[in-house]
Every structure is written in structure tokens, then in C-alpha cells.
């Protein structure tokens, strides 16, 4: 069974700073795949990155990165001198073939100016 | 513009009484989903469609229905059965069936439906 657990429920921290949510994930399957959304204030979950179970290649855009590392079955993701654009709750998400996304619990983030 | 519309973005509803929920895209995707969030709990699926006329339970299925008539629309009843209906509901589309093929996964939302049983 597949199983995403956001540890942080809610997270603050002021304008500028460096964030790390977390993701630890689950998963009997060697094919998998890892996702983070955001959903803002207007409720809609926007895509933010979607990585195979077989690219362990960490990734950045712009001021978002994302550190995937299967020894610890955790997908992180980083964001870099934040800012108030970026208060969201952020979801983490696993898929195995054949499997229908299962979310994590997310992480409500909080930047104050 | 493309998108998921959801209406209504509230809704009251008395206890016993079934209510209806609106979904339409215009991305011209082939599968929708129906999730429920509640307050720490993440989303979780009631109902998908991978196709016009068929559609499959989720994890939560009980005291819901869905229709899937035409490829645009996917609406949701929440019908009097389901004991804690109050929750946020999304409505989501994808291009096809997410977990049958490699570029799977993505998922465009709408900006769901707040219903409140009073």
C-alpha cells in the first residue's frame, strides 16, 4: 500500500528565509512517482513537479528546489529566500502504476513580511 | 481560458437533503476525479471517470453519486446517506487516467466547492 506522510502540518517563518517541507513516502513498488502541489488561498491545487522512482537527480526552479533521495524514501522541497506569494499549503502525492494518487496530509506555510 | 469551473463555491445544506455538485473543463481531458479534503487529512478520492459513461468508486465512495454523461461535466451528489458531509470538495480533470501511462500524474483543479451541513 502506498502511504505519504507530511510530518509538518504548519510551518512560519518571515520573509527572505529558507524553508524545507518535508515528504516521507511508502511504497512496495520499484515504479513509482512523486508529485508536490500548492494549493493557495483560492483553493485550486496547482502542479508543481512530478519525479520518477528512477531519477534521483535533484532539481531547482528558480527559487524551488526539490531533494529526492530514495535511501530515506523522502522527496523534500526547499524554498529559497521566501516569499509572501508563497503561503500555501503545500501537498506532497505518490503514484504506483496502476494506482490512483494518494496525498499526503500537507503543510500549511505561513510567510510574514 | 481552459480550466475546471466548480459551482457553487458555497453551499448550506440541511440534514437529509441531497445536494448536487458542478463540475465542467474545457481542457478536453478524458479522466475527472472527485476529492474530498478535510483539515489534516490531505484529499482524499471519492469518485473518478476515465471515460464517458464509466466511473469508479475511490477510497470514500459511500452516500456519494457521480454521472459522467458528457465529457465536460462530471457533477457529484452528495446525498443524505453520507454521515459527515461537511468538507471542501475539488474537482480535478486529467488528460488520461493517472497510473496508466509514464506522463500521468498531473492533475489541474478547480477551486473546489465548501459545503456545510447545518
Known amino acids: 500500500a502506498q502511504k505519504v506522510t507530511q510530518a509538518q502540518t504548519e510551518i512560519s517563518v518571515v520573509e527572505k528565509e529558507d524553508v524545507t517541507l518535508d515528504c516521507v513516502y511508502e511504497?512496495?513498488?520499484?515504479?513509482?512517482?512523486l508529485f508536490w502541489y500548492k494549493q493557495p488561498p483560492s483553493g485550486e491545487l496547482v502542479f508543481l513537479i512530478r519525479?520518477?522512482?528512477?531519477?534521483?537527480q535533484n532539481e531547482i526552479s528558480g527559487r524551488y528546489s526539490w531533494n529526492f533521495q530514495k535511501s530515506t524514501s523522502s522527496f523534500n522541497f526547499t524554498i529559497t529566500a521566501s516569499q509572501v506569494v508563497d503561503s500555501a499549503v503545500y501537498f506532497c502525492?505518490?503514484?504506483?502504476?496502476?494506482?490512483?494518487?494518494?496525498f499526503g496530509g500537507g503543510t500549511r506555510l505561513m510567510v510574514k513580511p | 481560458d481552459g480550466g475546471i469551473t466548480q459551482s457553487p463555491k458555497y453551499l448550506f445544506r440541511k440534514e437529509g437533503q441531497n445536494v448536487t455538485l458542478s463540475c465542467e473543463q474545457n481542457?478536453?481531458?478524458?479522466?475527472m476525479y472527485w476529492y474530498r479534503q478535510d483539515p489534516g487529512q490531505g484529499l482524499r478520492l471519492i469518485y473518478y471517470?476515465?471515460?464517458?459513461?464509466?466511473?469508479q468508486k475511490g477510497d470514500i465512495a459511500e452516500g456519494y453519486s457521480v454521472s459522467r454523461e458528457k465529457k465536460e461535466s462530471f457533477p457529484l451528489t452528495v446525498t443524505s446517506a453520507q454521515k459527515n458531509p461537511t468538507a471542501f470538495y475539488l474537482c480535478?480533470?486529467?488528460?488520461?487516467?493517472?497510473?496508466?501511462?509514464?506522463?500521468?500524474?498531473?492533475?489541474?483543479f478547480g477551486e473546489g466547492s465548501r459545503l456545510t451541513v447545518l
Open positions: 481542457l478536453n481531458h478524458d479522466a
Open positions: 511504497t512496495r513498488d520499484t515504479t513509482y512517482y
Open positions: 519525479r520518477n522512482s528512477f531519477d534521483e
Open positions: 502525492a505518490l503514484i504506483e502504476a496502476g494506482n490512483m494518487l494518494t
Open positions: 471517470s476515465q471515460i464517458v459513461n464509466d466511473f
Open positions: 480535478a480533470s486529467s488528460i488520461d487516467l493517472v497510473g496508466t501511462s509514464e506522463n500521468t500524474g498531473e492533475l489541474f
